[in-house]
């Protein structure tokens, strides 16, 4: 068990996917992302998400992501906050988002 401060040291943050670019350097199939948190800025972000989005799918999509992790070296890219996901009877990647379109930079609690 954990205590809910504990919970609350991890910043997650709605923010909604601006851009998508092929990420071809990546060991397994992924896209580089930039993602808008409002008043946070625009992050940029790597995730293995190619076998169940592509990229119109990706644009304008709200998600959620932790914001507060340090930076991650992946290959030539820095990817700065943490998509959140969960996988399906595949093992594929689902982006968690928010039901409805809230604002960018939120924070989830």
């Known amino acids: ?27 397994k199939p992924a896209y580089k992302l930039e993602i808008d948190f409002g008043h946070l800025g ?24 932790v914001v507060n992790f340090p930076s991650l070296q992946v290959g030539p890219f820095m990817s700065e906050v943490l998509i959140l996901g969960v996988p399906d009877g595949n093992g594929y990647v689902v982006l968690v988002a928010p039901e409805m379109n809230v604002e960018n930079g939120v924070r989830l609690y």
């Open 1 to 27: 068990m954990t205590k809910f401060n504990k919970f609350m040291e991890i910043d997650i943050r709605a923010g909604t996917i601006i851009d998508v670019q092929n990420f071809p350097e990546a060991r």
């Open 42 to 65: 625009n992050k940029k972000s790597s995730a293995q998400i190619t076998e169940l989005y592509n990229k119109d799918m990706l644009i304008g999509k709200q998600i959620l992501a």
